[in-house]
């Protein structure tokens, strides 16, 4: 069973209702654009270069499209599906269920640990939740990734660089560069910070093996 992070409630009835208006798209996660999307797992799958047969878990899939470009990468794949939002875990079993090699679950003490753990989108929606108890909850999600991983793990958060006029009260930015030190004192010697792709956001990458 989930013992949901009490900051991550208002959220599930957010995605619930993104999902309901635009259904199993980029639209119905949060984003505004398919290529930004594919572009986000293009930095991800970074942590995965140089790998042919892995085992991936998605933490916080969506609707899962994060798969078939998973897929399309030479070699075998077991992957791993796992979202707070039954909605999102339902329209991905319909889009990709029945796929070999490939699970769904919105209860977290189902996940295996897998060789990697790779986020996308799952920091920048707080919605109301203060920003303190945000980083809080982020740090210790990022704990959650590396102790689901035996060879890196790989997130994406909104940038506290980001240009003051366009940023918003529901969204967190994140500071790179705390994040990048967190992870480099509390999970791997081995940490690589991507902020160069021309989107509000940046990518960390950790190699734990
Ligand atoms: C912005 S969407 C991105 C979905 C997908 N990763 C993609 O890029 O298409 C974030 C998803 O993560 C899920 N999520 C956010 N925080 C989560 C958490 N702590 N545990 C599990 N799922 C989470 C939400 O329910 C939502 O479906």
């Not at 295996?112 to 108890?133: H, M, N, V, W």
């Not at 210790?140 to 918003?168: H, V, W």
Request: glycine fraction near 8%.
């Amino acid at each position: 069973m989930n013992t949901l992070d009490p900051v991550l409630r208002p959220l599930l009835a957010y995605y619930q209702t993104i999902l309901a208006s635009h259904g199993a798209t980029p639209l119905g996660v949060g984003w505004n654009s398919v290529k930004a999307q594919q572009l986000r797992f293009g930095k991800l799958c970074s942590v995965l270069e140089g790998e042919a047969n892995v085992s991936v878990i998605d933490y916080g899939c969506g609707y899962g499209a994060l798969l078939p470009y998973l897929r399309a990468r030479p070699g075998d794949l077991d992957y791993w599906g796992y979202d707070m939002c039954g909605a999102m875990i339902e329209a991905a079993k319909v889009e990709f269920g029945n796929e070999p090699g490939t699970h769904f679950t919105t209860d977290r003490a189902e996940l295996p640990r897998a060789d990697y753990c790779i986020a996308s989108g799952i920091f920048s929606f707080k919605l109301e939740a203060d920003p303190g108890a945000w980083r809080d909850y982020m740090l210790a999600t990022i704990d959650d990734m590396a102790s689901l991983a035996k060879c890196g793990i790989a997130f994406n958060a909104l940038t506290s660089y980001s240009d003051p006029d366009k940023k918003r009260d529901d969204l967190y930015y994140a500071d790179p560069l705390e994040i990048f030190d967190y992870c480099k004192r509390h999970v791997s010697r081995d940490v690589a910070l991507l902020h160069d792709y021309k989107l509000f956001d940046f990518t960390i990458v950790v190699r734990m093996s």
